[in-house]
C-alpha cells in the first residue's frame, strides 16, 4: 500500500514562503497523479493544485493560483508544493493524496484520491 509522508509545514509570518514535500515509500510515483489538499478549522477539506504522473499537467484553485507552485521529482518519490505570499487564510492542515492511473490530474471530487498522508500544519500569523 502506497504511504505518503507530509513535511515542511509551520510557523510563517504573512508574505512569508515555505514549501511542503511530500514523500512515497514502499512504492515509486510514477503511476500516480498526487495533489495537495487543506482543511482550515471548520471548514471542509478542499482541493488546491495537484500535478499529473509525468508531472505535464498542473491545475490550481483560484485561491493559490500565482503564489502556489507544484513539482514532483518521481526518481526522488517525492512531490512538492511552494508556496510564496502567504496570507493568514492559508492557515491549514495540509495533505497530499495519490490517485492511481489517471490521465491529467483533478482537485475534486477527493473521494478518488486512493491514498493519503496525515497532513502537516501551516500557520501563517505574525
Known amino acids: 500500500q502506497l504511504q505518503l509522508v507530509e513535511s515542511g509545514g509551520g510557523l510563517v509570518q504573512p508574505g512569508g514562503s515555505l514549501r511542503l514535500s511530500c514523500a512515497a515509500s514502499r512504492f515509486n510515483l510514477d503511476n500516480y497523479a498526487i495533489g495537495w489538499f487543506r482543511q482550515a478549522p471548520g471548514k471542509e477539506r478542499e482541493g488546491i493544485s495537484c500535478?499529473?504522473?509525468?508531472?505535464?499537467?498542473?491545475n490550481y484553485a483560484a485561491t493559490v493560483k500565482g503564489r502556489f507552485t507544484m513539482s514532483r521529482d518521481n526518481a526522488k518519490r517525492t512531490v512538492y508544493l511552494q508556496m510564496n505570499s502567504l496570507a493568514p487564510e492559508d492557515t491549514a492542515v495540509y495533505y497530499c493524496?495519490?490517485?492511481?492511473?489517471?490521465?491529467?490530474?483533478?482537485?475534486?471530487?477527493?473521494?478518488?484520491?486512493?491514498?493519503w498522508g496525515q497532513g502537516t500544519q501551516v500557520t501563517v500569523s505574525s
Open positions: 493524496a495519490a490517485e492511481f492511473w489517471v490521465v491529467g490530474c483533478r482537485l475534486t471530487p477527493l473521494d478518488t484520491y486512493d491514498y
Open positions: 500535478i499529473s504522473r509525468d508531472g505535464g499537467t498542473t
